[in-house]
């Protein structure tokens, strides 16, 4: 029973040129040839507010954030906590306190497994993952599966990379957590992440959602996606690197134990122990990442008003328009992985290009400025089910338009020249 | 495309369309080892086989073959190094090693403390059409791709001369 869930319809449109414009690093040449960025699932470029709002608080506002009595360690505080406020904002949490900043995505995952997994999995408890999963989502669990003796059970997928979920009932009994990707990095596929949610929940299990690829993406409310943990980062939303988000409930958050331990999460500390704080700080030991937080703040902000509803619209178009005008040119030379329906995947497009290596792929078209990835994209059980070592990925993000997809498209005519297969 | 002819020469599309020594050897008595290159999931299996490992440097390879899937450059220099390395001894196998992977700009001395031969005088073996893998040291994400199939021959040297103590 394959199915992938429609994401809502949406008419807002985007104003491309005026994205490209504040984005400057657009402006640069490779190779002599103009800079077409098609490797925003790896990671995005960055416009000029984010790298202003970043710049500007280096410069006139740093400080280290939190009990300090002086105006600059409240502006940092500030900035810091209005950060978590806009994200909180942006993805329909109730309360900024339930917003934890991580060092990425991973990190937060990782989170939820030391902190949520430790305490509460046990022998002969199961964990349900997807094979659509990144690595993020895979090697937390095996590891505290290999400590903890609890089973990793999979969501096996139909030959167009959706999810199969003729058995997910069986899949989901006995089942204390349910690990997902809203969108597989790999090839696109929006996964039913609510019916999951709702399924899990009957089961008695909690949903932890790996939205990396998620928010930068699709509108995002958390309590619309029934998760109860849910991660991303910072550097794939015109964020910068350096910073992710873990959201969950608050009541879950209360609940589950430090993940890292040291300064900053404490209420108390005496030689028999230590208190931890109240969240979020509970969670973030250490100087937190303040710039990025103030950046990524700016990246949220700027994603608002271009309007989740238009990014989604705009991408879903170019997805569209890609996978319809790169197949007519080639036939049968190009196989696209995933989904035939642009309509239920994300802006990511893995492909294979006749017999061509997608590392030598890569390496031709580099050579007219067209950034593409190639490799296991950090999913090998998917490349497994896909038949593949490794995939070549194309994906795009608010700054693309037709023309990177023709610019795409004019260079792998060259390397199929090149290679001459 | 001057820069990419330098990395794609003729011979290496030659190889990499055509490789030689392509397959598997049964195991024992050949030793299987496994290389993989986690940045872009390329993965090769060299067969490597031995007569009388115990002589040690003065073994000889009697017969190599290549399995597993990859980029044209790992590929094309899995393909050359088992035609050049094939019916010589481990020494002189060794020193070609060491020959290519100062080509790939790849020093060793300095992971092995300094014992290493000057390769240009220790060419016992011509690198001949593996000169043409050259242009990857211009392109150095790539030259992992080149040395994967080395280093997974040498791990065979290795567990070959190890399983004779």
């Given at each position: 029973m394959p199915m992938a869930e429609r994401p809502p319809a949406v008419t807002d449109t985007l104003d491309v040129d005026a994205v490209r414009a504040d984005?400057?690093?657009?402006?640069r040449r490779i190779h002599d040839r103009r800079l077409v960025f098609l490797d925003s699932a790896a990671s995005s470029q960055r416009p000029t507010a984010v790298l202003d709002a970043m710049d500007d608080y280096y410069r006139t506002t740093h400080a280290n954030v939190h009990?300090?009595?002086?105006t600059l360690a409240e502006e940092a505080t500030n900035a810091l906590e209005g950060a978590r406020g806009d994200v909180a904002n942006f993805i329909g949490a109730?309360?900024?306190?339930?917003i934890i900043f991580t060092k990425n995505a991973t990190e937060a995952i990782n989170l939820v497994a030391r902190s949520w997994g430790a305490a509460n999995l046990r022998h002969g408890d199961a964990v349900l993952l997807s094979q659509l999963e990144h690595h993020a989502n895979i090697v937390p669990w095996q590891q505290l599966a290999a400590e903890l003796g609890f089973e990793i059970r999979w969501i096996p997928l139909t030959e167009d990379a959706t999810?199969?979920?003729?058995d997910i009932e069986q899949l989901l009994d006995g089942v204390k957590l349910l690990s997902i990707t809203a969108?597989?990095?790999?090839?696109?596929t929006i996964t039913p992440v609510r019916r999951l949610a709702d399924l899990a929940h009957q089961a008695g299990a909690l949903v932890c959602v790996d939205a990396c690829q998620f928010v930068p993406h699709l509108p995002t409310d958390v309590s619309a996606l029934g998760a109860d943990f849910l991660a991303f980062s910072?550097?794939?939303?015109l964020g910068p690197t350096g910073i992710g988000v873990l959201w969950a409930r608050r009541d879950l958050l209360d609940e589950m134990p430090p993940f890292l331990g040291g300064?900053?999460?404490?209420l108390d500390v005496s030689l028999d122990g230590f208190v931890p704080a109240e969240?979020?700080?509970?969670?973030?030991?250490?100087?937190?990442p303040i710039a990025e937080a103030v950046g990524l703040g700016a990246a949220v902000r700027y994603l608002s008003e271009l309007g989740m509803a238009a990014v989604r619209s705009h991408e879903v178009e170019l997805t569209r328009y890609a996978m319809s005008t790169l197949t007519e040119r080639f036939g049968d030379k190009l196989t696209i992985h995933g989904p035939a329906d642009a309509g239920v995947r994300g802006g990511v497009m893995s492909f294979a290009f006749g017999d061509l290596h997608p590392h030598d792929l890569s390496q031709v078209l580099d050579q007219h400025g067209v950034c593409i990835r190639p490799g296991h994209h950090c999913a090998k059980p998917l490349m497994r089910v896909l038949g593949v070592g490794a995939t070549a990925r194309a994906s795009w993000y608010v700054y693309n338009d037709e023309s990177d997809i023709d610019a795409l498209g004019d260079a792998l005519a060259e390397a199929g020249d090149f290679f001459t297969f | 495309m001057s820069g990419l002819e330098d990395l794609y020469r003729e011979i290496i599309l030659d190889h990499y369309r055509s490789p030689r020594n392509r397959g598997e050897l049964p195991s024992p008595p050949a030793h299987r080892v496994e290389g993989f290159?986690?940045?872009?999931?390329d993965e090769i299996v060299v067969y490597v086989e031995v007569d009388?490992?115990?002589?040690?440097?003065?073994?000889?390879?009697s017969d190599i073959r290549i399995g597993g899937q990859g980029c044209s450059i790992s590929q094309s220099s899995a393909s050359m190094m088992s035609a050049a390395v094939k019916g010589h001894t481990v020494g002189e196998i060794r020193d070609l090693t060491r020959s290519f992977k100062s080509m790939m700009s790849i020093h060793e001395e300095g992971l092995e403390g300094g014992?290493?031969?000057d390769p240009g005088e220790a060419d016992?073996?011509?690198l001949g059409d593996l000169e043409?893998?050259?242009?990857v040291v211009k392109f150095p994400v790539r030259i992992k791709c080149a040395t994967l199939s080395w280093n997974t021959l040498a791990q065979g040297l290795d567990e070959a001369a190890a399983a004779t103590t």
């Open positions: 984005v400057p690093i657009l402006g009990r300090a009595a002086y109730a309360d900024p306190a339930e999810l199969d979920l003729g969108m597989s990095n790999v090839v696109g910072g550097h794939k939303m300064g900053g999460m404490i969240l979020p700080h509970k969670f973030e030991a250490g100087t937190p | 290159n986690p940045l872009c999931g009388d490992a115990a002589k040690g440097d003065a073994a000889v390879v014992e290493v031969d016992a073996l011509e043409a893998l050259r242009g």
